[in-house]
């Protein structure tokens, strides 16, 4: 590999390159494999027969980082042969997972009822220390740390024949380390919009598709895209002053950002990330050309289902527009006829609205009422978006953050309030607010198909079961992710197995990425002695123990273990009951709630009782299966501590109202199963009958 890691990076610059260019020394990992020329018919899979789309993409995603999962194949471990890729006693060097680890695992994953899955991180050449895959090199080098061509059409194939579907992540706007800012080689250059000249921090290290400024050409003007802020409206002349020239570039050359939430959205747009991943200046039709023809080659050449954008809003929206609407036409190409784009939308649901299909902002969606909200689609008043019917964003946020800032908060966690333009937590209210801010019309069926992507954790934030009573809120969590909130559960590796460790370095940046498989590494280093910035009382964890906990070395793929039993049986209560898989109304009945303070504001807890079921009048899930279209009663707990409730079914606001008659038997769908006969009481008009009439429609609304 490290000939690999030359020819990537060593004076084969090249301005009017569109890939790495063939040269059989290199066949096996570089996907430009057939022709020099992109786009060209025979760099489709020769051969093969591409793998249709699914109709429907709402079934349970699983996430995990190739490296930290399974390590199939130690042969690939330390393939560029440095100082710096695997370490057995090191956790932030590579673990060695691979590509045969996943196939060797993909029953396991399987026996969950996933039928989805989401490898984090992209699978190109990063640097040899480069274990999350963030930071790639090139475009069309696999990283041969994780296999080669075939291994990679291997995986693909073993994962559809099980009736699986897998999307893999791009980054699209940042790339690796590889330049530096004139006078800020050694520090960090603070943030100025009429750029830096750029360093070349190697002089023989170069990206092969793509330069910085070249003879120090500096524009006095620079035809900068639409920017916009956290309100939903494009930014004001305070921000347009400050935009004059810029660099003959194919990088935005700002200086640097530390991370996402320190600055505002249009400077993140510009910013070096972290000051470690190098910005491409994605807006510039020479940039964005060659970023569609990468993710066109990728999709044609490994049958891949979908893509992820890592830090989705980075990328400026017209681009991004134009970008993924040359990617649906190319998954068009091989059948891919409902290619799933999804996008890591951190900041909230507000600016979130921008990226989401169309994008609609406030004033397009601040009169529209719930009933004309689920009915738009492609042929409705254009006014009402920001964009034509073919320029769609994204499909759905991958791990909803503005969901999962309020989830923390409904859990208990002291450290997002609620002025971050999020969604509330209460969860009927987030969905209505979901529904009439959200473009949810898929671009390829004209059809209302929510499908945002609900996590308890992922890769970039802590693990429940490191901090105090973390496994019980965790299951809560799920079950607001899978069962509650109409959309796409997605895991995160180990969840199911109570995975604890946290390995960050940094207070204010926590998150737990234990490798799946065998290794001492995270017991050795396992006593977490940080605490944190971003959450209040924090406390003493379950983490800072780790080390002394022998368990944390194993492996641990058990198909046994209690957390991922109850996981697989609130999927399979998707399959069983298709209102939580596809049911798209939610309606609160009766809540026993109360408000405790909470930092400087307060939060919701007690009793929660919802309906869920198709909506009425435009589904009819009576022929999908299981129950058909059986209503389901949602009654759930997120006060920590025992106590009883009283109630007087007389009495309206001593009522707990469930949605079906007097005399019905309900039955838990979780252990122990038990059954409850409901007592007379108040009529509740639209409840306590199945019927859908006009006037039970009307009060349900």
Known sequence: MASLLRIALW?????????????????????NEDDPNLGAVNNKWAGHTYHPSPTNWRFPFYTLFLDKFVNGDPANDNINGTLFEHDTMQTLLRHGGDIQGLIDSLDYIAGMGVKGLYIAGTPWLNFPWGADSYSPLDFTLLDQHYGDITKYREMVDEIHRRGMYIIVDTTMSTMGDLHGFEGHLNDSAPFKPTEYKVILRDKTRQYHDFHPQTEDIYNETCAYPTFWDETGHEVGEDVLSQLGGCFDSEFDQAGDIPGVGFFPDWQNQLGKYQSVQDRLREWMPSVREKLENFACLTIQKLDIDGYRFDKGTQITLDALADINLSIRECAREVGKDNFFITGEISGGNTFGSLYLGRGRTPEQYGNITLDEAVKLNNASNATLFMRDEDHGAYDAAAFHYSVYRSLTRFLGMQGFDSSFFDVPADWVETWNVLLRSNDLVNPNTNKLDPRHMYGTANQDVFRWPAIQDGVEKQLLGS?????????????????????????????????????????????????????????????????????????????????????RNIIKGMHQMRTNYPVLNDGLFLQSLSNKTKQVPIDKDTREVGLWSALRSELPKLQDLSTAGGQGKQEVWLLYHNDNHTGNYEFDCADEELALVAPFPPGTVVRNLFSPYDEVTLLDGLVVPGFGSLDFTAAAVEARQ
Request: a negative charge; charged letters at 15%; proline letters at 4%.
């Open 11 to 31: 004076g084969l610059y090249a301005l009017g390159s569109n890939a790495l260019r063939f040269e059989q020394e290199y066949v096996g990992y570089n996907l």
């Open 479 to 563: 079950f607001i992710t899978t069962i509650h909130m109409p959309g796409i559960p997605l895991m995160y590796y180990g969840e199911e197995q109570g995975l604890y460790v946290l390995d960050n370095t940094a207070d204010n940046y926590l998150f737990g990425r234990q490798a799946m498989s065998a290794s001492v590494a995270w017991q050795a280093h396992g006593c977490y002695n940080l605490s944190s910035s971003q959450y209040k009382d924090f406390g003493d964890v379950n983490a800072q123990k780790a080390c002394e906990d022998n368990s944390v070395s194993l492996d641990h793929r058990d198909p046994s273990h209690p957390i």
